[in-house]
């Protein structure tokens, strides 16, 4: 069975952190381009990060670019999001996609819902 299943998310104060995990299963991990979306309340799903199979290549969102972090451990068939320096405007459910080889079928998680509040 063709699985993502995220964990770590949570209420944060501003300018604090969170690690998001997303466990896969079912499928390729390690020749999977994997990434990160979230959807806030009222918007549309956007992708926040993505990695190679590999992790050689990363790419960001410009609104998260330099406070977040997308890596992968292909043996744990694990990937993750660290978030630092958390804003009122990160807070959203956080989804885990994959493009599951070797055709490349979208796959989604459940979602991880992160907040960010004093």
């Known amino acids: 069975q063709v699985q993502l299943v995220e964990s770590g998310g949570g209420l944060v104060q501003p300018g604090g952190s969170l690690r998001l995990s997303c466990a896969a299963s079912g499928f390729t991990f390690s020749s999977s381009p994997m990434s990160w979306y979230r959807q806030a309340p009222g918007k549309e799903r956007e992708v926040v990060a993505t990695?190679?199979?590999?992790?050689?290549?990363?790419n960001y969102a410009d609104s998260v670019n330099g406070r977040y972090t997308i890596s992968r451990d292909n043996a744990k068939n694990t990937v993750y999001l660290q978030m630092n320096s958390l804003k009122s405007e990160d807070p959203a459910v956080y989804y885990c996609n994959a493009k599951a080889w070797p055709r490349y079928l979208e796959v989604w998680g459940q979602g991880t819902l992160v907040t960010v509040s004093s």
């Open positions: 990695i190679t199979r590999t992790g050689d290549f990363t």
